[in-house]
């Protein structure tokens, strides 16, 4: 088992930066990538980015490409999203999961754990 703890959510201004902690603890062995993503109001969740636990390759969705970026620190076993020139449509609850395969990665069946999520919220 694997548990994943968000921190990090709050209030900022659009232009603004934020970053996200994903804390994984437990079996953290059998994990092969580190994903975030994030579910707006009304709407269905998104793939926002990931980076796999080796460290090395990462990837990003197209409505945040640019802005954000994950990294890992591996003594740590946290995953990080740091986010930049924020816009209110950022605004969402994030969630970091954890795959133990390389599935298909914005696909949210891949993955097996999931945290609890953070808000943030993007003010105008």
């Known amino acids: 088992q694997v548990q994943l703890v968000e921190s990090g959510g709050g209030l900022v201004q659009a232009g603004g930066s934020l970053r996200l902690s994903c804390v994984a603890s437990g079996h953290t062995f059998s994990i092969s990538r580190m994903t975030w993503f994030r579910r707006a109001p009304g709407k269905e969740r998104e793939f926002v980015g990931f980076i796999n636990w080796s460290g090395e390759g990462a990837y990003y969705g197209d409505s945040v490409k640019g802005r954000f970026t994950v990294s890992r620190d591996r003594a740590k076993n946290t995953v990080f999203l740091q986010m930049s020139s924020v816009k209110p449509e950022d605004t969402a609850v994030y969630y970091c999961?954890?795959?133990?395969?390389?599935?298909?990665?914005?696909?949210?069946?891949?993955?097996?754990?999931w945290g609890q999520g953070t808000q943030v919220t993007v003010s105008s």
């Open positions: 999961a954890a795959a133990t395969y390389y599935g298909d990665a914005r696909s949210p069946s891949t993955y097996k754990y």
